[in-house]
Nanobody
Framework: VQLQAYGGGLVQAGGSLRLSCAAS????????MGWYRQAPGKQRELVAV???????NYKESVKGRFTISRENAKNTVNLQMDSLKPEDTAVYYC???????????????WGQGTEVTVSS
């Protein structure tokens, strides 16, 4: 299984970016998909998660600015980031909790990071 993330870049404060992440390979089913981020010198933190049924959860500081969505048929998760702030600057990592067969428990898979830089 591979997760390919893309969409990061440099944007001015108040601007928008859209991150996408596609999971490929031997996938039987996906549970949660989402995004973490890690700023320089800080621990990785959960930004947003969406489960198969569509329920979402967000880090408090991004509520109302970020929107997570998924395309189940494509095993893709998106993160629309609006009203970006300098404190959103970080490397963003997507993840998927999925199963490769009908048996066993789901496992976590990570994508490579994509860098988001918000200038003031």
């Amino acid at each position: 299984v591979q997760l390919q993330a893309y969409g990061g870049g440099l944007v001015q404060a108040g601007g928008s970016l859209r991150l996408s992440c596609a999971a490929s390979g031997n996938i039987f089913s996906t549970n949660g998909m989402g995004w973490y981020r890690q700023a320089p010198g800080k621990q990785r933190e959960l930004v947003a998660v969406i489960i198969f049924g569509g329920s979402t959860n967000y880090k408090e500081s991004v509520k109302g600015r970020f929107t997570i969505s998924r395309e189940n048929a494509k095993n893709t998760v998106n993160l629309q980031m609006d009203s970006l702030k300098p404190e959103d600057t970080a490397v963003y990592y997507c993840y998927a909790q999925l199963k490769q067969s009908s048996r066993g428990s789901p496992a976590f898979y990570w994508g490579q990071g994509t860098e988001v830089t918000v200038s003031s």
